[in-house]
Each structure stands twice: as C-alpha cells, then as structure tokens.
C-alpha cells in the first residue's frame, strides 16, 4: 500500500522530480557569493588529458552548456580540471579548486554533526532519506561571483552559473 500511496505523490509532483540536468530546478531563495582575501586572479593552464579522456570532457561540458548550468567565460580566473571515472564506469568532471579555496574567505555558518542529526531520530518509526541529485546545480551563482568558478578545459573556458562541486562554502549555502 505504502508503495501505491508513494507513485501517486510522485506522479502528482512530477515536476519536483529531475531525471537529467535538463529537468532540474533552480532555487529563487538564495545564491551563492564568493568572497576573496585578495583579488589576484587564480589561472593555471589546462591539465593535460589523453585524446579518449578529453572527448568525454567535450561531451560533459556540452550537456552542462545545454543545461545552461555553465557558460563560455573570459574570465581572467581559470581553475583547472580533472576527470574522475566513477565507480559505475560513468565519469565526474572536477574543478580543481584548492587555490580559489585558500583565497576563499571562509564561511562561518555551523555544518550539522551526523551523530547529533541520527539522535534526534532515536525513537522514531519513521524517517526518510532524499538525495537530491546535482544538489548544488539548483542553486545559482551570484552573478558577480560566476567569474570566479572558470575553468579551463583544453578545449575551452568556462564558468559556472550556479553552484559547482568542489567550492568551501558550497556545503554551507546548500
């Protein structure tokens, strides 16, 4: 019965529910801003990928274009990226962001400490689980800060408009 009750609710919400990048939603709630110690631009050159690795880049990066969760950048920051094959054969394409982090004036909200999160369920019958997929890409970037998360592939320069994976403060925004 529970199973029943549960399709009817998600066929009810359909939209609430992604199964592509193209299909997820975008908060109006809040953005994230990015705030620097100093202002010298972090640019490095692209890392070095093999020809079969950097036509699955290609292939990343254009899915990201047509979800217009990134764009082309002429930014003078450029992060480089590397490409991470998943356990399922997939592949994650990652900014490498450390640099940016160290510049990255630290956001001071409190991050909530498993074991306090699992005693409030002590007792409780019932709870629920939800992994938002792409959790970070439904929410946007401050405009002012887009230019701060480009990267660079060897095929281009790009900049995220909404939150990327591998930034300090994106845990505390979400």
């Known amino acids: 019965m529970q199973e029943d009750e549960l399709m009817t609710m998600v066929n009810e919400f359909r939209d609430c529910f992604a199964l592509n990048l193209h299909e997820l939603g ?11 110690h100093d202002d010298t ?27 217009k969760i990134i764009r082309d950048s002429n930014s003078s920051y450029a992060s480089p990226i590397v490409l991470v094959k998943k ?14 982090n160290k510049k990255t004036i630290k956001d001071s909200y409190p991050m909530p400490v498993i074991d306090d999160q699992l005693d409030r369920l002590s007792g409780k019958v019932y709870f629920t689980s939800l992994d938002l997929k792409s959790g970070y890409y439904q929410i946007p970037m401050a405009e002012g800060s887009r230019h701060l998360t480009a990267f660079v592939t060897p095929d281009g320069h790009y900049e995220y408009t909404r939150i990327p994976f591998g930034l300090v403060n994106a845990p505390a925004v979400f």
């Open 87 to 100: 356990k399922n054969g997939e592949h994650r394409l990652c900014v490498d962001y450390r640099a940016l």
């Open 26 to 36: 975008m908060t109006d709630i809040t953005e994230m801003h990015i705030q620097l």
């Open 41 to 67: 631009p972090v640019s490095y050159k692209p890392y070095r990928l093999p020809y079969s690795e950097r036509l699955v880049v290609r292939d990343i990066v254009n899915e990201l274009l047509d979800a």
